[in-house]
């Protein structure tokens, strides 16, 4: 009978130790692969054009001055004549929605998000004004080009191809959601989306992040 208790103990302990080590291994592999820079020279030419990233704490949004933003992009998107930068940034509805700080996060969200198929949106937030805490990027014409290309086939268009909106969703008056392509995971989160878009552009960028300081330390001067 001791025999079979501690058989069962012990199996009941090996499997708790595998499901810690998953967290681990994936936050250690995270950070090894956030280190590592790819596209770490890129073309120096005529970078005349600044866009920015700026994060929450959680989501890493990518920031381009209204005036540079292809009207195709711009089409569809909610803002003012006195906006002068847009930030964009795609995630899980349910997170973005139902967990817009650190504080809101609960682990309910936190498995849905990460370990289950769900729909996406792209936040738009607009600002009348640089701000402080942006970490600038410079940028061509040919790479903004296709920046605004990446962040266009984010959003998910309606049948009359235009941008859905969610109505009220926003965070504030100065932000709105939009039906987004794609799914989230703990493979390729906000965070990732933004790295991604980087890496498209043929500008520096992390090999893979799930993280927001990833992508962010590549910038930082």
Same mark, same amino acid.
């Not at 859905?164 to 504030?172: D, P």
């Given at each position: 009978m001791k025999s079979i208790w501690y058989k069962r103990m012990r199996r009941l302990f090996k499997g708790f130790i595998y499901v810690l080590l998953v967290p681990i291994i994936y936050i250690l592999i995270s950070l090894m692969l956030s280190l590592v820079t790819i596209n770490s020279e890129p073309n120096q030419a005529n970078r005349d054009n600044n866009i920015y990233l700026n994060t929450n704490g959680i989501h890493l949004d990518i920031v381009i001055p209204k005036n540079i933003i292809d009207d195709s992009l711009l089409d569809g998107i909610?803002?003012?004549? &006195?906006?002068?930068? =847009?930030?964009? @940034?795609? @995630?899980?509805?349910?997170?973005? =929605?139902? &967990?817009? &700080?650190?504080?809101?996060? &609960? =682990? $309910?969200? $936190?498995f849905s998000a990460l370990f289950l198929k769900s729909s996406t949106l792209m936040h738009v937030t607009r600002y009348q004004q640089k701000q402080t805490d942006w970490i600038e990027v410079k940028v061509n014409d040919e790479e903004l080009k296709i920046l605004n290309t990446y962040l266009l086939n984010s959003f998910a268009l309606n049948d009359n191809g235009t941008k859905?909106?969610?109505? @009220?969703? @926003?965070?504030?008056s100065f932000d709105d959601f939009y039906a987004a392509q794609g799914s989230y995971s703990c493979f390729y989160t906000c965070n990732t989306w933004a790295n991604s878009g980087f890496k498209t552009c043929g500008l520096k960028a992390c090999l893979w992040t799930p993280f927001d300081f990833g992508l962010m330390n590549k910038y930082r001067r």
């Open positions: 909610k803002h003012k004549p &006195t906006d002068q930068y =847009l930030s964009f @940034g795609w @995630g899980d509805e349910n997170f973005y =929605l139902n &967990t817009p &700080t650190w504080a809101d996060l &609960t =682990l $309910a969200n $936190a859905n909106i969610l109505n @009220g969703q @926003g965070y504030s």
